[in-house]
Nanobody, 128 residues
Framework: QLRLVESGGALVQPGGSLRLSCVAS????????LGWFRQAPGKEREGVSS????????NYADSVKGRFTISRDIAENTVYLQMNDLNTEDSGVYYC?????????????????????WGQGTRVTVSS
């Protein structure tokens, strides 16, 4: 059973940066497609970014392209989301999601139904 634990959420000023981490246990991310989602108060959860099993395939929501970067560290079994130039619309609870793959898998679409495992989330608040 794959378990995901996010961390790194905080209160940050507009224009600031944060790096979120998601540590996986109970399985290796080497054979797992991963994604980051977020949910703002009163809004539906939305996809932010995803990465495939090779690490070379990534997707980003239009709203974060050029500002966010997804990456992973196989040795640490961890996926990261580097977030730069944050604005108030980036506030919300950020969730890590995972879908084990039977073989090489490119970045999955950022749709909740594509992922079987979810973390509990970490809160990001962008405010002055």
């Amino acid at each position: 059973q794959l378990r995901l634990v996010e961390s790194g959420g905080a209160l940050v000023q507009p224009g600031g940066s944060l790096r979120l981490s998601c540590v996986a246990s109970g399985g290796t991310i080497l054979t797992t497609a991963l994604g980051w989602f977020r949910q703002a108060p009163g809004k539906e959860r939305e996809g932010v970014s995803s990465i495939g099993t090779s690490g070379g395939s990534t997707n980003y929501a239009d709203s974060v392209k050029g500002r966010f970067t997804i990456s992973r560290d196989i040795a640490e079994n961890t996926v990261y989301l580097q977030m730069n130039d944050l604005n108030t619309e980036d506030s919300g609870v950020y969730y890590c999601a995972a879908e084990p793959a039977a073989g090489p898998q490119g970045a999955l679409p950022m749709e909740e139904i594509k992922y079987s495992y979810w973390g509990q989330g970490t809160r990001v608040t962008v405010s002055s």
